[in-house]
């Protein structure tokens, strides 16, 4: 490389990390100057606060940029395209990220706590919505269980991963709930192994900074929200669990006042302390209640249990979810565009009053008994005039996330959010799987980097226009508004007589 400085030319991803390799100084300093900041904000977005005060940002991206430089002048990276040296500086600084949480979150596990029933323990380190945190603390550890586990049994540990039911997983690989139970337990054998030291719910649970959405820190104060529970405990006879999720579970339950069947939702007793989670729990309840749309769950209400729990009381759906449907496989491509139509007019309505999902994903999208969509779970919504949770909260879930809940550079949070979530459940209703698969790590950085998923060979082009769109890194290449989304997906409702059964080959 010549004295003078880099040109443009030769200030390419490509071309730096060939410089970087030879041992180059100059395109050692390019590459940090380039990158340093934007990481730096990336690994602060996600420390909470607890941890930002044991955990600085900035050593973690310097130890991240050494083991780059030393591993680029061995020859360990090659890049295909030139998004990717910025996707892999994310993921080394994420790993660095991780393994300083493990360290520093090990010690105040305890190794008291009794373990549970196999199925509980796999549940609690797969919950549906885990946060971006959660998925990245346990990733690298889970990957090496599966690789050391059975092909079924690896199977059905990754249903159960991606938040399916024992009798769904069971119907699925058709076996009996029983044989699923034990390859569950085998599953639970497998960590006590890789952990001996802790019992396998502690190991498996998250710690308080794991469970919590990450927040960027702003010096706006959140208000405390009021908790305004007016619903009668006795006024509700619980039946059976039909859900459960990160932070709450979910019963079908008896009104007796109104004779009807209703789903209730209750806030795991472990977060009756947590005022942020507590905070989200009651917000969720006042903001449905503030829609009325027969496309979007309808909550009856907030309440206390006598023990101080809280619940909430919302309309029984019980057609399933399309993340059930999933578990077979893609679903046809009239039935995905008619769904995601639907979803798309019910979140327009929720939009037009200011209100945005922020976590749309086939398991928070219900069917009814005549095949409508109903969207629910809205404990990661906001206002975009609320200063509760305002565009510096950012929580979801990894697969499914939008860039600007992962990098902050992208832009704020809006509508344009929910339709990269609109994308991103199209996408997954259309080839069976979400749009970025892998290692948490790996799954994060791609969508920091704005990396899109690709396709399969003879899809149909009018569905794969609007999914890329749709799934467009920069907001401002997405759809304007949900309605638009709808409007697009009309077009494209209709059989396709090439492709009868209609899913993506």
Excluded at 306 to 330: H, K, Q, T
Excluded at 400 to 406: D, L, R
């Amino acid at each position: 490389m010549p004295d003078d400085p880099l040109s443009e030319s030769q200030e390419s991803p490509s071309w730096l990390l060939k410089c970087v390799a030879n041992g180059d100084e100059r395109a050692t300093t390019a590459v940090f100057q380039r990158y340093a900041t934007r990481l730096t904000a990336l690994a602060r977005s996600r420390l909470s606060k607890k941890l930002s005060a044991r955990i600085d940002a900035d050593d973690i991206v310097m130890s991240a940029y050494r083991s780059f430089f030393i591993r680029a002048r061995q020859g360990a990276f090659t890049l295909e395209r030139g998004g990717d040296l910025w996707r892999l500086l994310v993921e080394i600084t994420l790993h660095k990220l991780y393994r300083q949480h493990t360290f520093h979150t090990a010690q105040r596990r305890s190794v008291r706590m009794e373990s549970d029933e196999p199925e509980k323990a796999i549940r609690d380190a797969s919950a549906p919505i885990p946060s971006p945190d959660v998925a990245l603390a346990t990733a690298e550890e889970l990957e090496l269980i599966m690789a050391a586990l059975p092909p079924e049994v690896r199977k059905v540990l990754e249903l159960r991963l991606q938040g399916h039911e024992l009798l769904e997983i069971a119907k699925a690989l058709k076996r009996s709930e029983r044989t699923i139970r034990r390859w569950l337990d085998q599953c639970r054998q497998a960590m006590r192994r890789r952990f001996p030291s802790v019992s396998t719910r502690s190991a498996t649970r998250s710690a308080p900074i794991e469970r919590k959405p990450v927040a960027r820190r702003t010096n706006r104060r959140r208000p405390s929200t009021t908790i305004n529970a007016v619903l009668a405990f006795d006024d509700f006879t619980l039946m059976r669990q039909i859900g459960a999720g990160a932070t709450g579970k979910v019963y079908l339950a008896l009104d007796k006042r109104a004779n009807a069947t209703v789903a209730v939702k209750f806030l795991k007793k472990r977060y009756l302390n947590n005022p942020e989670v507590v905070s989200r729990f009651a917000y969720e309840a006042h903001l449905l209640q503030q829609l009325e749309h027969p496309g979007i769950v309808r909550i009856f209400g907030l309440g206390r249990t006598p023990n101080e729990g809280l619940f909430i009381a919302m309309s029984f759906v019980p057609g399933g979810d399309l993340g059930a449907r999933l578990v077979a496989g893609p679903v046809q491509q009239d039935a995905a565009a008619r769904w995601v139509s639907e979803t798309a007019v019910a979140l327009e309505y929720a939009h037009q009053r200011n209100i945005i999902h922020c976590d749309l994903k086939p398991r928070n999208i219900l069917l009814s008994n005549d095949d409508r969509v109903v969207v629910t779970d809205f404990g990661l919504a906001r206002t975009s005039n609320s200063e509760l949770f305002g565009d510096e909260y950012i929580a979801g879930t990894p697969a499914f996330m939008a860039p600007e809940q992962v990098e902050p550079s992208w832009g704020p949070l809006a509508a344009r959010t929910d339709v990269y979530g609109l994308g991103a459940v199209l996408y997954s209703l259309l080839t069976g799987r979400p749009p970025h698969e892998g290692a948490a790590v790996e799954v994060l950085a791609a969508i920091a980097s704005g990396q899109t998923p690709t396709f399969p060979a003879h899809s149909r082009p009018e569905l794969v226009e609007i999914c890329r769109r749709c799934l467009a890194a920069d907001p401002a290449d997405r759809y304007p508004t949900a309605l638009s989304v709808a409007e697009a997906l009309s077009g494209v409702e209709r059989h396709d007589p090439v492709n009868p059964r209609g899913v993506l080959s």
